[in-house]
């Protein structure tokens, strides 16, 4: 079974600032999809960002960039320029490519803190 | 943008009663909805998934008797929970798996079983 580990329970940045939130994750499949979710305090899962991990190039959206690393089996997310809307839990997921095993594992998530 | 429709938002329910979540895709048709079970500052667990028109899938360690998945129609998803008891209280998320396009979560449904 897939696993997901996310080790930082909580982190903080200056407003403005970049913070990276770590994922690793454990699979033995070569094609599977990755994922940052954001919840807010509303507690609406959105979409941050996805990689399909038979890309080598690294998924940009906007101020979020992920350094995905399928030999080391990391998957960290880069928050540039960091807002107050930021605040959120972060989760990393996990989806298997495999028609009919398409659930998402999630990491325990980061929650991430914007000061002003 | 595609929209899962998530009610009710919060219900409180006493204990021994059921409760009825429904999902409902407003803009797409979702042929598999994803349950999920989240407590206070945790993260997302699965409980079951459905496929329109079969009997869903359970994953280990919950009682398939207890949490009845229906997914009757390709909009229409919906969770009972039976005899709820406290420990059941918890937060309920649903997610619809889209033909195109990833994932789209409903609101949620905060449970409280008193």
């Known amino acids: 079974a897939q696993t997901v580990t996310q080790s930082q329970p909580e982190m903080s940045v200056q407003e403005a600032e970049t913070v990276t939130l770590s994922c690793t994750y454990d699979t033995s499949e070569s094609d599977y999809y990755l994922f940052w979710y954001k919840q807010p305090p509303s507690r609406q899962m959105i979409l941050v960002i996805r990689q399909e991990a038979y890309k080598q190039q690294n998924a940009t959206e906007n101020r979020f960039s992920v350094n995905f690393q399928k030999a080391a089996k990391s998957f960290s997310l880069k928050i540039s320029d960091s807002q107050l809307g930021d605040a959120a839990m972060y989760f990393c997921?996990?989806?298997?490519?495999?028609?009919?095993?398409?659930?998402?594992?999630f990491g325990t998530g980061t929650r991430l803190t914007i000061i002003p | 943008g595609a929209v899962v429709s998530q009610h009710p938002s919060r219900v409180i329910c006493k204990s021994g009663t059921s409760v009825k979540i429904e999902c409902r895709s407003l803009?797409?048709?979702?042929?598999?909805m994803f349950w999920y079970r989240q407590f206070p500052k945790q993260s997302l667990m699965l409980m079951a998934t459905?496929?329109?028109?079969?009997?869903?899938?359970?994953e280990q360690g919950v009682e398939k008797d207890k949490f009845l998945i229906n997914h009757a129609s390709l909009t229409l998803s919906t969770l009972t929970v039976t005899s709820a008891h406290p420990e059941d209280s918890s937060f309920y998320i649903c997610s619809a798996k889209r033909l195109v396009g990833g994932y789209t979560f409903g609101s949620g449904t905060r449970l409280t079983v008193v």
């Open positions: 459905s496929n329109e028109g079969s009997k869903a899938t359970y």
């Open positions: 997921a996990y989806r298997s490519e495999n028609f009919g095993n398409e659930k998402l594992t």
């Open positions: 803009d797409f048709q979702a042929t598999t």
